[in-house]
T-cell receptor
Framework: SQQGEEDPQALSIQEGENATMNCSYK?????LQWYRQNSGRGLVHLIL?????REKHSGRLRVTLDTSKKSSSLLITASRAADTASYFC????????????FGKGTKLTVNP | NAGVTQTPKFQVLKTGQSMTLQCAQD?????MSWYRQDPGMGLRLIHY???????DQGEVPNGYNVSRSTTEDFPLRLLSAAPSQTSVYFC??????????FGSGTRLTVV
């Protein structure tokens, strides 16, 4: 079964607004990763956050991790039309075999 | 560096045919994985490998075989194609506990 569950499934915002996507997972993790997929393309890695970290930033991206709630959030600030894509969280289970398991994703549409 | 290279990009098979999806990486990554992506299902793990000679099953392994004879290559074999295997297939590789690099995908249609 899939480990991560993103929320919402779809999000539509205006350019310049912030977009927040959430991810919940089931088992203890080694790390959690966020990926972006433009329509019909391969996945691109955005951020990796380890289980002992609580927050990471990369440009306009901010990821938080709450291991007590088994949840993570991805915030995209000052969104642009080019941010339109599907966003996936994925986890590497602690003590496991390093396999990366994905959720079903959030489809983000940024309207110009 | 080419990263992760998948071939072919598109393939149409008839039910019952077999084929091999190729995946090669030039980053000396230990970990390699195969995923399939279906609408509304996200990416589901088919098989993965933590090094040459070592493979294991993921969430949806039935109907697929893999082998890892070298660090660079991780081919995925469809033994007897079925319409349910119509999907987009992605290969990915990673160094230990690092981020994954994905190939551009193979769009497979089984008729």
């Amino acid at each position: 079964s899939q480990q991560g569950e993103e929320d919402p499934q779809a999000l539509s915002i205006q350019e310049g607004e912030n977009a927040t996507m959430n991810c919940s997972y089931k088992t203890s993790i080694n790390n959690l990763q966020w990926y972006r997929q433009n329509s019909g393309r391969g996945l691109v890695h955005l951020i990796l956050i380890r289980s002992n970290e609580r927050e990471k930033h990369s440009g306009r991206l901010r990821v938080t991790l709450d291991t007590s709630k088994k949840s993570s959030s991805l915030l995209i600030t000052a969104s642009r039309a080019a941010d339109t894509a599907s966003y996936f969280c994925a986890t590497v289970t602690q003590g496991g075999s390093e396999k990366l398991v994905f959720g079903k994703g959030t489809k983000l549409t940024v309207n110009p | 560096n080419a990263g992760v290279t998948q071939t072919p990009k598109f393939q149409v098979l008839k039910t019952g045919q077999s084929m091999t999806l190729q995946c090669a990486q030039d980053m000396n990554h230990e970990y390699m994985s195969w995923y399939r992506q279906d609408p509304g299902m996200g990416l589901r793990l088919i098989h993965y490998s933590v090094g040459a000679g070592i493979t294991d099953q993921g969430e949806v392994p039935n109907g697929y075989n893999v082998s890892r004879s070298t660090t660079e290559d991780f081919p995925l074999r469809l033994l007897s194609a079925a319409p349910s295997q119509t999907s987009v297939y992605f290969c990915a590789s990673s160094s230990m506990t690092g981020s994954y690099t994905f190939g551009s995908g193979t769009r497979l249609t089984v008729v």
